[in-house]
């Protein structure tokens, strides 16, 4: 399966195959031209995958190396990112060369603001490895580093090209491979009223997911690939794909980044913004229940504890949305499609109301 990004300036392709990891090299040759080639992953990664995508870089005359950071979200901040400054300078990468994003959700933000920083931004492509950059991190070109607990080192530059081999998803443990779903159920939501159908069909265990992965990931990255074509850079619809980040994003910050994995806390975003949203008449009525319901059936949490309002008001007053004394809320006024809300500030306080 083969998606196209089609934007004016950096159009490029999703290849979606079971299998294709091993088939890296001969991907990337038909991108590059035969160059230095950077992996940058995180050392679990490193460990299942890391030599295989080295030896195929390398079969189709690519010069390879790999760095690899401590896994986990404490480790996406500046201090990593000079050290792969540090490394890239050490083997001689120029701005010829390229930088291959290998893992999971914070491989994909910070290789790819690496690539976008480093003597002024050099090409590079994601291989997403969880559920979770596989339909949402490796696509868009949004990339980052954390500085003071808040993501303010922040950049739009788009790949090269994404290669996802669902296959690689039966490696990841049970809590990491639901976590996706977080945002799965999002796109179904906000776009895609068969992907919410397919859903709807399954029975929500670990193995449906790995059976259905192709297609969900297929309609997952294909919402995410129309959003990004018509707002590039984050002005309009394109946020639209925040829905249940709002108060997500707050989640995460106040519980400490890590403890709450990021689909967990859009699925209790989603739940918290629709209960307060269905009651004042900005969603219809009984959709909260169908989200708890299709969160719960695959093992998505839906509330959070302990629940402190006014922790998360002030993280949310921190939110990219917020825009003076006012913040841009996503909503579901009906199944499959999403709409916006600017509401005062001082009106989020309702929606964090348990």
Request: glycine share 10%.
């Amino acid at each position: 399966m083969k998606l196209n990004v089609n934007l004016p300036h950096h159009p490029y392709d999703i290849l979606i195959e079971k299998g294709s990891l091993s088939q890296a090299g001969s991907w990337l040759s038909q991108l590059w031209q035969p160059q230095k080639v950077v992996i940058v992953t995180d050392n679990r990664v490193a460990r299942l995958y890391a030599e295989k995508v080295k030896l195929s870089l390398e079969a189709a005359g690519f010069e390879t190396f790999v760095f690899d950071f401590l896994e986990g979200e404490a480790s996406k901040n500046l201090k990593t990112v000079n050290k792969v400054y540090e490394f890239l300078v050490k083997v001689g990468l120029t701005r010829s060369d390229g930088i291959v994003a290998l893992g999971g959700g914070v491989c994909c933000d910070l290789a790819g603001f690496v690539a976008s920083t480093y003597m002024r931004g050099i090409h590079f492509v994601q291989i997403p490895t969880s559920l979770t950059a596989q339909v949402d991190s490796s696509i868009g070109g949004k990339t980052g580093s954390y500085a003071l607990g808040q993501e303010y080192g922040r950049d739009f530059s788009q790949p090269d090209g994404v290669l996802i081999d669902p296959e690689v998803l039966h490696t990841l443990g049970q809590r990491e491979l639901i976590e996706g779903m977080g945002e799965v159920v999002k796109y179904g939501l906000i776009e895609d009223k068969e992907l919410w159908d397919e859903l709807s069909e399954m029975d929500g265990s670990p193995e449906s997911i790995l059976e259905h992965a192709e297609s969900i990931i297929y309609h997952s990255c294909d919402v995410k690939r129309k959003i990004v074509v018509e707002d590039e850079l984050d002005n309009g619809v394109r946020l639209y794909l925040n829905f249940g980040h709002t108060i997500g994003h707050a989640i995460e910050a106040t519980a400490g980044y890590g403890k709450v994995m990021h689909g967990e806390a859009v699925a209790i975003g989603m739940v918290q913004v629709s209960r307060v949203a269905e009651k004042k008449g900005l969603m219809p009525a009984g959709i909260t229940e169908n989200i708890i319901h299709m969160c719960q059936k695959f093992g998505l949490p839906v509330v959070y504890q302990p629940w402190n309002e006014n922790a998360l008001y002030q993280a949310l007053t921190h939110d990219k949305k917020a825009r003076g004394n006012s913040i841009k809320l996503v909503l579901v006024p009906e199944l499959g499609s999403a709409s916006i809300h600017q509401i005062p500030l001082e009106e989020m306080k309702e929606f964090l109301k348990k």
